[in-house]
């Protein structure tokens, strides 16, 4: 594993972790140093990653991870004690993307999954996280929004609504829990290279090709650069951050301050 080893003696869980950007997130950190807990509701997907952080000399742990879920979320903050003997960072990441349409055409089943994972997700692991954290000394929680949580668009009512609630949330937790140690960070990604965000698109030079003019950059980001702004936000290189987002969207907001359906991710 080659890092600086900025988290060595660290011990994170990152939910979402068998998805691209939780992924990256979580080999990051392993390289760091630090001992990670791979959840995510898919165990398969969960194992792979974890594989693949121990073959490359990491410690890493999979565990199937529901964040809707409040007897889940408790099981894998004591999974972390209980095998690392602590918990220092927590990093939400999992999410829910609902179909496009308005409030006449989405169903309340729709409307309700986009809460349960992206915002009432994240309350239920910081809930369990906390005491962990606390008792460890203090450490790190970050929250993984999006750009689209700044503005409003059209057809994504759920998904960017949460993502907005997130970024609030994190403020309201970093307010309640700095005095534990605990710093509390948002992290927005604007448009990332990923199956996920590929799916509107009929391939990745498509989709680069008609979405790289929207950014200052050109270009859109990769799962990497998001894994490095988390790092930061996990590292004690931003130990004077809490209750901030941090916006790593090659210059998008900045520039044009909204897009279309077909090009937000």
């Not at 939910?15 to 001992?35: K, L, M, N, Q």
């Not at 790190?140 to 409003?152: K, P, R, T, V």
Request: hydrophobic share 45%; net charge neutral.
């Amino acid at each position: 594993m080659n890092g600086t080893g900025s988290l060595v003696g660290a011990v994170a869980l990152v939910t979402g972790a068998g998805g691209e950007i939780g992924g990256a997130i979580a080999a990051r950190f392993a390289r760091e140093g630090a001992c990670v807990i791979v959840g995510d509701v898919r165990l398969d997907a969960a194992n792979e990653q974890a594989k693949t952080i121990t073959e490359q000399g990491g410690r890493a742990l999979a565990v199937k991870l529901d964040v809707s879920d409040s007897q889940s979320c408790a099981m894998s903050v004591a999974t972390a004690c209980e095998t690392f003997g602590k918990l220092t960072i927590l990093v939400n990441v999992a999410a829910a993307v609902t179909r496009d349409g308005t409030v006449e055409t989405l169903d309340l089943e729709d409307w309700n999954k986009a809460l349960a994972v992206n915002i009432t997700g994240p309350f239920l692991m910081a809930k369990f996280a906390v005491p962990a954290i606390r008792a460890a000394g203090g450490g790190s929680i970050i929250n993984i929004a999006s750009q689209l949580g700044q503005i409003g668009v059209p057809r994504r009512a759920p998904y960017s609504t949460t993502k907005a609630a997130l970024i609030h949330f994190t403020k309201c937790l970093a307010g309640d829990h700095a005095r534990d140690g605990i710093r509390v960070n948002s992290l927005s990604p604007g448009a990332i290279d990923t199956a996920r965000s590929l799916r509107r698109f009929a391939s990745r030079e498509e989709a680069n090709k008609e979405r790289g003019p929207s950014y200052l950059l050109g270009r859109t980001g990769s799962v990497e650069e998001v894994a490095a702004g988390a790092l930061f936000l996990a590292s004690d290189e931003s130990s004077f951050m809490t209750g901030a987002d941090l916006l790593i969207d090659g210059g998008y907001l900045a520039f044009k301050g909204g897009l279309s359906a077909k090009y937000a991710e």
